[in-house]
């Protein structure tokens, strides 16, 4: 295991977990009252994170406190969570879903569905006379 600083393994961390759950720096420091500044000044570096607002912080992210001082939080969980590459893939092409040719999805009504289709004809139209 790496030997982090626990204020980098924070920051790290907080970053991490902005990232993949696609949040935004500003919304977390908003739900700790705080102003969007102060978070940017911490994942810079320029001031560290007090210790009333790491249950705060934690709790945005639905975590414990001590969870946000874990070694790669976010790889970590990402790993677990990942399927492997056959498992992604399905035995049958999920965009045709199964129905035939010509045949609207499931899921799709269609106002025609009782009357035929119109007959397309190979005939070339007949060129006007100019």
Request: with cysteine.
């Given at each position: ?6 204020e980098?393994?924070?920051?790290e ?13 500003k ?17 810079k570096?320029?001031?560290?994170v007090?210790?009333?607002?790491l249950?705060?912080?934690?709790e945005?992210?639905?975590l ?9 939080i ?25 129905h ?13 569905r ?17």
């Open positions: 295991m790496r030997n982090v600083r626990p980098l393994l924070l920051v961390n907080i970053r991490t977990l902005l990232y993949q759950r696609r949040v935004k720096a919304d977390l420091a908003r739900f700790c009252g705080h102003e969007p500044a102060w978070l940017t000044k911490i994942l570096g320029d001031r560290g007090a210790v009333e607002d249950p705060c912080i934690a945005f992210f639905g414990q406190t001590h969870e946000l001082f874990q070694h790669g976010g790889s970590e969980r990402r790993r677990q969570q990942r399927r492997s590459s056959t498992d992604r893939r399905a035995l049958t092409d999920r965009r045709h879903g199964g035939e040719k010509g045949e609207l999805h499931p899921g799709v009504e269609s106002r025609f009782d009357t035929a289709p119109p007959a397309r004809s190979r005939e070339t139209p007949a060129r006007k006379a100019c």
